[in-house]
């Protein structure tokens, strides 16, 4: 039975948050999902800020539509964190290798499936989600490492 425990610390810039679910694939998932979607969550509250500073003004209305707005960047993102963290694992641990080759087949199988969500779903589409996913995490990849 996965236990559900937080670790956190404040060594510097970095926070680490490690919720430990009892699977190495598990704790991937949820923990891509908690820290992309939190930040996801923080760009639609700076967004929304920034809308509001221009207008000033704001009214319940308004304000109920910036908190679904964050609500759904945070789920965005972190689907799209979760599901690219735990396909790169699964690809690591299926070939048994850490190279450029996971981030890409990982980045291209979670752009084809961050555009099945959409409501207008092409193959057209999808297989340029594929691409472009691919070539983002691939990119990454090889900057992450250069340093």
């Given amino acids: 039975m996965p236990q559900a425990r937080v670790n956190t610390s404040f060594d510097g810039p970095n926070v680490d ?3 430990d679910m009892g699977h ?3 704790n991937r998932i949820v923990d891509g999902f908690i820290k992309v979607g939190g930040t996801g969550a923080l760009h639609a509250a700076a967004q929304e800020s920034m809308r509001y500073v221009s207008q000033e003004s704001a009214n319940k209305r ?3 539509k910036s908190v679904n707005q ?3 960047e945070c789920l965005q993102w972190g689907m ?3 599901i690219y963290s735990g396909m790169t694992y ?5 070939r048994g290798v850490h190279d450029w080759k996971n981030a890409l087949l990982g980045g291209a199988l979670t752009g084809a499936a961050l555009s099945l969500t959409d409501s207008n779903v092409t193959h057209e589409r999808v297989i340029s989600s594929a691409i472009t996913g691919g070539a983002i995490a691939t990119a990454a990849e090889f900057l992450r490492n250069l340093t």
Wanted: aromatic share 0%; hydrophobic share 55%; charged share 15%.
């Fill in 17 to 19: 948050v490690l919720i």
């Fill in 24 to 26: 190495p694939l598990l």
């Fill in 62 to 64: 308004s304000l109920e």
């Fill in 70 to 72: 964050m609500g759904k």
């Fill in 80 to 82: 799209v964190a979760g």
């Fill in 90 to 94: 699964t690809m690591q641990e299926a």
